[in-house]
């Protein structure tokens, strides 16, 4: 018998929360339990919960929570090669096997995310312009489908279903067991370059001269500049040092922080965002140095919690992708990143986190989310009007040619996410509707969007 805990539910971003009806299996016959428990409405597998919305919500359905469900299952130091369950975390690789000499070759911006995560939504990272996205390096996944049935596929075995499950959010059965190529690395650390850019055109600028050819590179955006300083940032590069380049001594853990109450609702305004940002600024100054690796790819992990900086209301995070030309002009896609922080900066609304990437090739995914452009990441608080702001920035998105990232998503229309995602949307449906005929995974997001009934 499957036991089931009627308990609300939310994304990291804390809205919307919803109830559900979690299940926590301890094995894998748990999980076949759960797929065939008609209490169980719709089934949707969930991980951590770093999705921003409701990617990973179920309205008065079943979510099955897969964190007890992570566990390393072989690797061959020979290869790199590594085969884990789905509810095994990023986290968990990096601290099993970088002392090995082996990293993730992709990694977001935190490591508490499940490899059936880090598939599901098809993650990407400070070098995907470089490398891609997660997908690139997957090799094999097993997928449990509605009766049950647990088989591998990949790009030889059954590809259709492979890129559909890649970057499916979940929709096309549950992840079960993930096979990966880790990278081989010397050393724990990175060398970081920083630079800080007067504008938008010195920042991009300095991408195309200078952060394009880095394996890693990320900006730090103002968003309430306007004007002359318009997308004023801090750029940031870097590498895996070599061994020789890792100080003598190595720096002790870093204590983890704790935010340890919601933060009142006015906390996060223009006034103390922009004092921040000024500080921000100002303290990063130009120059190279050596840093640990969790402070270059995951530094707001350090701060447990850290969403409640937003307050009880939660807030939503916004990422959406601005396409270059196909041949590689990128006027356009940079006209509408103006257009967008200019609309911000006017809104007054106080992003406390903006980051501009620039994407590289396609994911391999029916619904994967990166294409060649610039990609912005904006976290804004949950207050009135919010919405409207986002719908208006969704349309220049799609007159831009571009789409948004629906793990980052808890506002996008059915109409404007098919407006984006025309045609690849009918195949991905194609699929989807072979893989689960009679509807039994779902999602909160999916109903929204129109991907399920």
Same mark, same amino acid.
């Given at each position: 018998?499957? #036991? ?31 797929? !065939? ?12 919960? !770093? ?29 790199? #090669?590594?085969? /884990? ?5 990023? @986290? ?49 996944? *097993? ?12 790009? *030889? $075995? ?78 940031? @590069? ?24 919601? +933060? ?24 190279? #140095? ?28 916004? $990422?959406?992708?601005?396409?270059? *030309? ?8 940079? *006209? ?15 992003? +406390? =986190?903006?980051?501009?990437? !620039?994407?590289?090739? /396609? ?5 994967? +989310? ?12 949950? #207050? ?18 571009? !789409? ?7 506002? =996008?229309?059915?109409?404007? +996410? ?30 929204? =969007?129109?991907?399920?009934?």
């Amino acid at each position: 018998m499957t #036991r089931i805990h009627r308990t609300p539910l939310s994304g990291w971003g804390r809205h919307p929360v919803e109830p559900a009806l979690a299940v926590r299996p301890e094995k894998w016959g748990d999980l076949d339990h759960a797929l !065939r428990d008609p209490e169980l409405p719709t089934i949707l597998a969930r991980g951590l919960g !770093r999705s921003y919305g409701d990617a990973a919500l179920n309205r008065e359905a079943g979510v099955v929570c897969t964190e007890r469900l992570a566990r390393v299952l072989d690797f061959d130091p020979a290869t790199g #090669r590594l085969r /884990a369950e789905g509810g095994c975390s990023l @986290g968990t690789i990096i601290d099993r096997f970088l002392p090995r000499g082996y990293f993730p070759p992709v990694v977001p911006g935190t490591r508490f995310v499940t490899l059936g995560g880090a598939v599901a939504a098809d993650v990407h990272g400070k070098n995907h312009h470089a490398h891609g996205s997660f997908s690139k390096d997957v090799r094999r996944i *097993e997928l449990l489908d509605a009766q049950g049935n647990a088989r591998w596929i990949s790009r *030889e $075995q059954d590809p259709d279903a492979f890129f559909a499950t890649v970057g499916g959010m979940g929709l096309t059965g549950i992840i079960r067991q993930v096979e990966l190529d880790l990278r081989p690395v010397q050393s724990a650390w990175i060398t970081q370059t920083t630079q800080r850019a007067r504008n938008l055109d010195h920042a991009l600028e300095l991408f195309q001269t200078t952060f394009d050819a880095q394996t890693y590179s990320v900006a730090w955006i103002d968003c309430l500049a306007s004007g002359d300083t318009l997308g004023r940032s801090v750029l940031l @590069g870097g590498e895996h040092a070599p061994a020789e380049a890792v100080p003598a001594k190595h720096r002790a853990r870093a204590r983890q922080k704790a935010i340890p109450i919601d +933060f009142p609702g006015f906390a996060l305004n223009a006034m103390t965002v922009r004092a921040f940002n000024a500080l921000y600024y100002t303290r990063n100054k130009p120059g190279s #140095r050596t840093v640990d690796q969790r402070a270059f790819f995951h530094p707001l992990d350090a701060v447990l919690h850290w969403n409640r900086i937003y307050g009880k209301r939660g807030f939503q995070q916004y $990422q959406t992708v601005l396409p270059f *030309e196909p041949d590689g002009s990128r006027d356009r896609a940079t *006209e509408a990143l103006r257009e967008i922080l200019t609309k911000l900066a006017a809104s007054g609304r106080a992003s +406390f =986190l903006a980051v501009l990437k !620039r994407f590289g090739d /396609a994911g391999e995914g029916l619904l994967s +989310f990166p294409m060649p452009g610039w990609t912005l990441t904006l976290d804004l608080p949950q #207050r009135d009007g919010l919405e409207k702001l986002l719908h208006e920035l969704d349309a220049i998105t799609i007159d831009a040619g571009g !789409r948004r990232y629906l793990a980052k998503d808890a506002c =996008l229309t059915r109409d404007a +996410f098919e407006r984006m995602e025309r045609p690849r949307l009918d195949r991905f449906q194609a699929v989807r509707e072979r893989l689960d005929p009679t509807g039994r995974f779902g999602s909160s997001l999916s109903r929204r =969007l129109g991907l399920t009934p």
